[in-house]
Nanobody, 128 residues
Framework: QVQLVESGGGLVQAGGSLRLSCAASGRTFSSCAMGWFRRAPGKEREVVAVINRSGDSTSCADSVKGRFTISRDNARKTVYLDMNSLKPEDTAVYYC?????????????????????WGQGTQVTVSS
């Protein structure tokens, strides 16, 4: 079992930065692939950034490439999303997700259905 708690969301002006954190409980965090997803008002949830279990392989959605960076600290059982040059269209609830260590190979995973554990989300609002 993995429990996830996101933090770091808030209100920021366009062009600003935020760092989201996702703290995990459970002994298997270091074997879990992780991801950040978001749901904007009136839209489906979409992938933002993903990372493999060791943290040496990552990928981001085209819409955030060059602006967002995902990273993890397995000793602290935490995954981060550094968001720079924020735009109003980045406004959304951001969710952290974990894929069971039993199912995670050495790669990252893009699809929602590939993740079995989800946090409650943290709101990010970017004003123009």
């Amino acid at each position: 079992q993995v429990q996830l708690v996101e933090s770091g969301g808030g209100l920021v002006q366009a062009g600003g930065s935020l760092r989201l954190s996702c703290a995990a409980s459970g002994r298997t965090f270091s074997s879990c692939a992780m991801g950040w997803f978001r749901r904007a008002p009136g839209k489906e949830r979409e992938v933002v950034a993903v990372i493999n279990r060791s943290g040496d392989s990552t990928s981001c959605a085209d819409s955030v490439k060059g602006r967002f960076t995902i990273s993890r600290d397995n000793a602290r059982k935490t995954v981060y999303l550094d968001m720079n040059s924020l735009k109003p269209e980045d406004t959304a609830v951001y969710y952290c997700a974990a894929r069971s260590g039993l199912l995670s190979g050495s790669r990252y995973y893009f699809e929602e259905y590939e993740y079995g554990y989800w946090g409650q989300g943290t709101q990010v609002t970017v004003s123009s």
